[in-house]
């Protein structure tokens, strides 16, 4: 089993910024892509970021040149540092990562973490 812990969330003013942190644990084999989703109230679980395990990134466009994610393989985790915070970005921000497991005959799955609440209020 994989288990998936984000941290980092928090309440912050229009154009400030928050680091979010990813942590993937269990039995694991590989981890291929890893990503940050988010979900605001009444809408529809959003693609943020993604990252693959050689590094290559993939933004939604409402947060290019404001967030950048990065993964570090040696301890499985992914971030995702957050700048210039709009209210827009006000949303619960889950972690996702597509892992191998051991015995998995490098077959990936998806795991979700719980999510982390993310608030951009004056």
């Known amino acids: 089993q994989v288990q998936l812990v984000e941290s980092g969330g928090g309440l912050v003013q229009p154009g400030g910024s928050l680091r979010l942190s990813c942590a993937a644990s269990?039995?694991?084999?590989?981890?291929?892509?890893m990503g940050w989703y988010r979900q605001a109230p009444g809408k529809q679980r959003e693609l943020v970021a993604a990252?693959?395990?050689?590094?290559?990134?993939n933004y939604a466009d409402s947060v290019k040149g404001r967030f950048t994610i990065s993964r570090d393989n040696a301890k499985n985790k992914v971030y995702l540092q957050m700048s210039s915070l709009e209210f827009e970005d006000t949303a619960v921000y889950y972690c996702?990562?597509?892992?191998?497991?051991?015995?998995?005959?490098?077959?990936?799955?998806?795991?979700w973490g719980q999510g982390t609440q993310v608030t951009v209020s004056s």
């Open positions: 996702n990562a597509a892992v191998a497991a051991y015995g998995s005959n490098w077959r990936s799955t998806d795991y």
């Open positions: 269990g039995s694991i084999f590989k981890i291929y892509a």
């Open positions: 990252i693959t395990s050689g590094g290559s990134t």
